[in-house]
């Protein structure tokens, strides 16, 4: 009788087992005698996955009418030969010269009408027919000469769309907006009244008559800008949908991604991730930030949580120091091992590198590599070994996933509103409203997930919406109903203002919120730069900077007070419980202050710790198996050597050695202990 034995990783990125190491390979920069030397470190550093051919399209293709796929079959068999599996790049991100020649239209054009010339990357317009159809003939060759190529593990689609080019104005884009257009509105009447073009003598009679919002007098309508940027996504996912078709119809059963660039305003990844296979990142955290761990791990949460918790990859990061800041610190010893750790305590399933080899030439030549320009006797090579030996010691918490209880709300719908000109203030961008609020739980041992506002919300019992400008009734709705039924909703402020046409809501802000937090907003008031309005919270005593609002509550209780300024007795925080739950308002922008409030709603909603007692500067996340094995990841960002007190015995996978009541973290330590399955945590 054949036993089956049940796949022990069912949920891994690719067929590669364990987790993923390795990085950018550029070999077409060296004679093929380099490449020997690679492959041998290659297997010395414990690397088991490269992406090849990001940048090779004018290598594969030399002009119209020839192909050269001789060097790639030879660096396949290469590399297959050496056990490193590959994430075969479409190699569309750069056309080459010979292209652009052919078709100077496929150049993007900017607001201002300048044509941007070759000689960068990514030189192209989402809406060129002449690139597209390049690109899928690209594409479509790659597919079918590696589809069944052995050390072919993994599709990686063109690289970081939206990089240099977000948007382009010139006259291909322009008509492609106006099919989009044609396509949402329907009919111009609805158009106009979508666009309120009866402000401002702004009506159009025909489709024809519309054009991109290129730079003009004075602020262009609001409306028109939104569409634009919602526009500008879908013309970058078309380009990666025409791409995806090829290699599903091609390839089918290899997984496709494509590089994505953390929290990026210009492309809405909750869209674009339906069209991912798995999603795969790439960040480049400042090592002259302190406080860079917190943003890095407010994108990873946000990475896992695009497709729903799956384990996710860390596609690029740089070894050590990037080369396109202005001052490009290098990682002091320990961070990067550290950095890579704390993407997989967020649940990346391997990290991989920008980029293998250091470039002698080019663009790129400062920036660092797992094999840095002096060799295998730089430090750099020595941590890219050691790295790749702790991986593989970590290999068994590959598809195991973190889970959460309180969940972010993010909608990029709102971002780009939020951020349309003419406002009470240009102070109110999203990065820095949730930032705050992010920091707060990141500080307080409290793992997110991110989630659209539609939700699904089962399983969460807090939702945090530092601002949900754009909203409409049905959303709302939702969220009543969470709350109703027994979860928390915290708001921030000026939420609630517009429907999806950018339209505010009749009647009072915060509009279709309005009933669910029991509050009337008679006024936005703005704060001066640098000044800030004093607020009362109980005994603390908090600062409110950039925004505030005059607020008259109908039903919710008040919470916390303003005490100076203009708005001083009038209440600035509150609490509406409705059903089961309870709905929170926070009518200022309280900056750091922020966790002070945010602490009322976590205990309510009975969210403590990832672990009890985390000393200050330490990262905890925790990972479970299906079989219910726990992966502890502890991780000292300070400065100072910490004592971590343990719950229950394990074992540190890292070192291999047995742990007892608790253990002690060097600064940059990391230890990841692995806990024996025990009744689900409440
Ligand atoms: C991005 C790109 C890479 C490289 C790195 C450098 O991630 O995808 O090609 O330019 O930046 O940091």
Redesign the pocket.
């Known amino acids: 009788m054949t036993m089956i034995t049940p796949d022990p990783t069912p949920d891994r990125l690719t067929r590669v087992p364990g987790l993923l190491y390795g990085g ?1 390979w550029n070999p077409e920069q060296w004679p093929e005698e380099v490449w020997a030397e690679d492959v041998k470190l290659m297997a010395e550093a414990g690397v088991n996955l490269v992406t090849i051919g ?2 090779s399209w004018a290598r594969l293709q030399p002009d119209a009418h020839s192909w050269d796929f001789g060097w790639l079959d030879r660096l396949l068999d290469l590399l297959h030969g050496h056990g490193v599996a590959v994430d075969l790049a479409t190699a569309t991100a750069s056309p080459p010269a010979w292209l652009v020649r052919a078709h100077p239209e496929l150049l993007p054009v900017t607001a201002d009408g300048v044509r941007l010339e070759f000689g960068s990357r990514q030189h192209y317009c989402p809406s060129s027919p002449a690139y597209r159809q390049a690109a899928v003939r690209l594409t479509r060759a790659l597919a079918e000469r590696y589809h069944d190529h052995p050390a072919l593990a993994l599709w990686h689609i063109h ?2 769309y939206g ?1 240099h080019v977000q948007e382009c104005f010139c006259a291909e884009s322009a008509a492609d907006f106006r099919r989009w257009l044609r396509e949402r509105h329907g009919t111009v009447e609805e158009l106009n009244r979508s666009w309120g073009t009866a402000f401002w003598s702004q009506r159009y009679n025909s489709f024809d008559q519309i054009e991109p919002p290129r730079t003009a007098p004075g602020p262009v309508n609001p409306t028109q800008v939104l569409d634009w940027r919602r526009f500008c996504s879908d013309a970058l996912l078309a380009l990666h949908r025409a791409e995806k078709a090829v290699l599903d119809d091609v390839s089918p059963g290899v997984p496709v991604t494509t ?1 994505f ?1 953390s929290m990026l305003k210009a492309l809405d990844y909750w869209e674009w991730s339906r069209h991912e296979d798995l999603v795969s990142d ?1 960040a ?1 955290p400042d090592p002259a930030d302190p406080r860079a761990h917190v943003n890095a791990a407010m994108n990873y949460d946000l990475m896992r949580s695009l497709k729903g918790g799956q384990p996710w990859l860390l596609m ?1 990061q ?1 070894p050590s120091a ?3 800041r202005p001052v490009n610190l290098p990682k002091r010893p320990g961070l990067h091992r550290l950095w890579s750790l704390q993407a997989l305590a967020r649940g990346a399933d391997g990290v991989l590198h ?2 293998w080899r250091a470039s002698v030439a080019g663009a ?1 030549k400062f ?1 660092s590599a797992m094999l840095p320009h002096r060799g295998t006797t730089a430090r750099g090579w020595r941590e890219t070994v050691a790295l790749g030996a702790e991986l593989r010691r970590l290999g068994e918490l590959a598809g195991s996933r973190l889970r959460a209880r309180a969940a972010v709300l993010l909608d990029w719908d709102s971002w780009w509103a939020l951020e349309l000109d003419d406002h009470p203030s240009a102070r109110m961008r999203w990065p820095e409203l949730l930032r705050p609020w992010y920091a707060a739980l990141h500080a307080r041992g409290i793992t997110v997930d991110f989630l659209p506002p539609t939700g699904p919300y089962d399983g969460y019992r807090l939702l945090l919406a530092p601002n949900l400008y754009l909203l409409d009734t049905a959303t709302a709705e939702r969220l009543t109903g969470f709350v109703r039924a027994g979860g928390h909703l915290v708001c921030g402020p000026f939420s609630g203002i517009a429907d999806r046409h950018d339209h505010v809501h009749p009647g009072g802000h915060p509009g279709p919120l309005r009933e669910l937090l029991g509050l009337v907003v008679d006024e936005h008031w703005p704060i001066p730069d640098g000044a800030t309005t004093a607020v009362r919270l109980g005994d603390a005593h908090l600062r409110a900077e950039h925004w505030s609002e005059w607020i008259e509550t109908e039903g919710a209780e008040t919470l916390a007070r303003y005490t100076s300024g203009e708005l001083a007795g009038l209440p600035a925080v509150t609490r509406h419980r409705q059903g089961r739950g309870s709905a929170w308002y926070l009518s200022c922008h309280l900056g750091t202050d922020v966790g002070r409030v945010l602490d009322l709603p976590l205990a309510e909603a009975g969210l403590g710790p990832e672990l009890p007692g985390l000393p200050e500067g330490v990262e905890a996340t925790r990972r479970r198996a299906a079989d219910g094995t726990e992966y502890l990841f502890l991780l000292n960002h300070g400065p100072a050597e910490r004592r971590v007190p343990l719950e229950r015995p394990g074992t540190e996978l890292l070192t291999g050695t047995a742990t007892g009541e608790g253990l002690t973290l060097a600064p940059l330590g990391a230890a990841v202990l692995r806990l024996p399955a025990t009744e689900e945590r409440p």
Do not use: G, K, L, T
């Open positions: 950018d990001v940048f690289n970081e990089d590089n660039m790439d480049y690029e740089a990037v080369s396109w920008f980029q790129e920036h």
